[in-house]
């Protein structure tokens, strides 16, 4: 089966840190461009970071210098490392991967940031 699944979040403390993994299928993850977006409860769901199948990465001004996407071509997985957290980080974190015919999204992770 198809799959793209999220983990890694949990509760911390501002200007902590947190990594959130993201394992897919590699019929959809190999030369896919994959992303991590987040929502939080009232908001429209945002794009934070994306990734090429090559490793060209782009971010949210919101979180330029403060979080690193990456990926493992050989192991199907794109991981978020967070750091320097802020309240308004709180959201639920979802993996996408990019096809021509469809996008696949995970069923996400809930980060929350507060003291």
């Known amino acids: 089966q198809v799959r793209v699944a999220e983990s890694g979040g949990g509760l911390v403390q501002p200007g902590g840190s947190l990594r959130l993994s993201c394992a897919a299928s590699?019929?959809?993850?190999?030369?896919?461009?994959m992303a991590w977006y987040r929502q939080a409860p009232g908001k429209q769901r945002e794009l934070v970071a994306t990734?090429?199948?090559?490793?060209?990465?782009n971010y949210a001004d919101s979180v330029k210098g403060r979080f690193t996407i990456s990926r493992d071509n050989a192991k199907n997985t794109v991981d978020l490392q967070m750091s320097s957290l802020k309240p308004e980080d709180t959201a639920v974190y979802s993996c996408?991967?990019?096809?021509?015919?469809?996008?696949?999204w995970g069923q996400g992770t809930q980060v929350t940031v507060s003291s």
């Open positions: 996408k991967s990019t096809t021509p015919w469809r996008d696949y």
């Open positions: 990734i090429t199948s090559g490793g060209s990465t």
């Open positions: 590699e019929i959809i993850f190999r030369d896919r461009v």
